[in-house]
């Protein structure tokens, strides 16, 4: 009961390779006495012969990648590598000055001094005022 050559007419009105085609194992027999392509065309038809999706590239794996890319590539960039730096070591010093003066005055303890400056320095607070709303909103200043 070999099919070779349906399969091999089928796959030239198809299209697909012979390892795509899908043949009705319950029409083996149709499909056997089928020897011209008009016959194989009726047969596609009727929906013995069907050609099985083309199997491509899984982007799972790439989609999982970018969900944990967090924008970080050239062109989210703004400035030059000098204007950025600038921009960086003006806000830490007014942060880490903030906070000194904060300690000093005893407002915060040493502990959650070491933890904001560690904060700070992982780039959480855009500005002092948003170091202020944070101290608020968990509490961390000392009851008076």
Known sequence: MSLKTQKKMASSILK??????????????RVESAITKEEIR????EGVIVTKREKGVSRGRHRAKTRKKKGRGPGS?????????????NK??????RLK????????????????????????????????EYLKSHNLTRRR
């Open 101 to 132: 003066e904060l300690k000093e005055k005893k407002i915060i303890t040493p502990k959650i001094y070491r933890k904001l400056v560690l904060l700070a320095k992982g780039g959480t607070f855009r500005s002092v005022s948003h170091l202020n």
């Open 42 to 45: 009726k047969l596609i038809h």
């Open 92 to 97: 830490i010093r007014t942060l880490r000055f």
């Open 16 to 29: 697909a390779g012979r390892s795509r085609l899908w043949i009705n194992p319950e029409e083996f027999g």
């Open 77 to 89: 960039k703004k400035g030059s590598i000098h204007n950025r730096k600038r921009i960086w070591i």
